[in-house]
Every structure is written in C-alpha cells, then in structure tokens.
C-alpha cells in the first residue's frame, strides 16, 4: 500500500466539484485517510510549489492557489501515486484523457482542477507539508 497526496485546487472547490471529485476517487479504488479543507497562504503555496519558482508561470500559479479553499487529501492503495496520476490525467485537461478528473473537472494548464504527487520522495514530503503522523488513519 502506498500513499500519496491529493490537493483539490480553488477553481474545483468553487465549482461545487469536491463531492464529486472524492466520490470519482473512492470509485476508482483509492481511500481517503485524511482530509482538511483550507486557504492556503502565500508563503504555504510559495514553498509547496518551490521546485516551480523558476517557471514563468510561478507567481501566477501562487495567486491561483491563494484565491480560495482546497481541499487536501492523504490518499493510500495499491499503487496509489501511479494510480492517482492515471485518474487525474494530463496536466492540462484539453489533453487529458477521457474519464479523468482534469478531463471532466479541468478547466485549463493552471486551473486544472487538482494535484497530485510524482513520486514516492515527493508523496512523503508533500504529506508532511500539510499533515502530522497522528492526523492519518492508518
Ligand atoms: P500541478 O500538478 O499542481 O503542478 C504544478 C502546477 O503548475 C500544475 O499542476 C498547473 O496547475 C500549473 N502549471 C503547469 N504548467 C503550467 C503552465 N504552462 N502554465 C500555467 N500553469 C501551469
């Protein structure tokens, strides 16, 4: 079992998509064992996209982030952090694949409806961003 971690950005959250964007996760195999629904600050997004903050789109990316509540998630399966990106799809929706959360929730490269970690090294330290040991259901 692995886990990885899931954020479910503001233009989701303000679309009214969280409840379908969860039920789509579960139905795909994947649990839920944490969950907080926050607005992150400039500093919080600053740091949890530092390995972006050479990019041109970075300081959009911040604004974007800070613009409302999202909803973040500790999700664990088999798989999980493959898993995850499968569902999610391609970072901008109009390539994503059908069935996808980016596809049916995406609505561009930057508002692309959720996050989710690339690898196991980043799955650990993005949980630990948002989340102490005591706060995940084991
Ligand atoms: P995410 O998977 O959270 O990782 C980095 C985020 O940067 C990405 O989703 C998008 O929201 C955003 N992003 C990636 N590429 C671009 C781009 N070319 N223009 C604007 N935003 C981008």
Known sequence: MQKTL??????????????KIIDFIENKGLQIVAKK????TRKQAESFYEV???????????D???SGPVVVQVLTGENAIEHYREIMGSTDPNMAEEDTIRKL???NIQCNAVHGSDSSEN??????FFFSKLELIN
């Open 123 to 128: 799955a650990n330290t993005e949980i630990s």
């Open 52 to 62: 972006h903050k050479e990019k041109p789109f970075f300081s959009e990316l911040v």
């Open 64 to 66: 974007f982030m800070v």
């Open 6 to 19: 899931s954020i479910i950005k503001p233009d989701a959250v303000k679309a009214l998509y969280t409840g």
């Open 105 to 107: 929730y995406g609505k």
């Open 37 to 40: 629904k926050m607005v992150l």
